[in-house]
């Protein structure tokens, strides 16, 4: 199992970036996919999710109306579309993949780091 992030990196406040994250080793579509975020200093949190079956999403509220979550099924492959990005978004950003019965996710990515200062 591979869960592979990338389009991390150095943005000024506003701006936008996009991460993917590329599954492989088990079946995509079968799993709900989450994009978590660790601070330094911090626990890591949830940023958002989005199902395997009807592709409802939910994000944290600090995200919100800033950040999408979506997925392609064919390509395996899940993304974080964040716009608007504010200093305190500054983190490692992680990709998590899990089955729909539990509450966190069974599969990791290494992580890419995000950091938004002028």
């Known amino acids: 199992v591979q869960l592979v992030e990338s389009g991390g990196g150095l943005v000024q406040p506003g701006g936008s970036l996009r991460l993917s994250c590329a599954a492989s080793?088990?079946?995509?579509?079968?799993?709900?996919m989450s994009w978590y975020r660790q601070a330094p200093g911090k626990e890591r949190e949830l940023v958002a999710l989005?199902?395997?079956?009807?592709?409802?999403?939910k994000y944290v509220d600090s995200v919100k109306g800033r950040f999408t979550i979506s997925r392609d099924n064919a390509k395996n492959t899940v993304y974080l579309q964040m716009s608007s990005l504010k200093p305190e978004d500054t983190a490692v950003y992680f990709c998590?993949?899990?089955?729909?019965?539990?509450?966190?996710?069974?599969?990791w990515g290494q992580g890419t780091q995000v950091t938004v200062s002028s």
């Open positions: 080793g088990f079946t995509f579509s079968n799993y709900v």
């Open positions: 998590g993949a899990g089955p729909p019965w539990r509450l966190d996710p069974t599969y």
């Open positions: 989005i199902s395997n079956h009807d592709r409802s999403t």
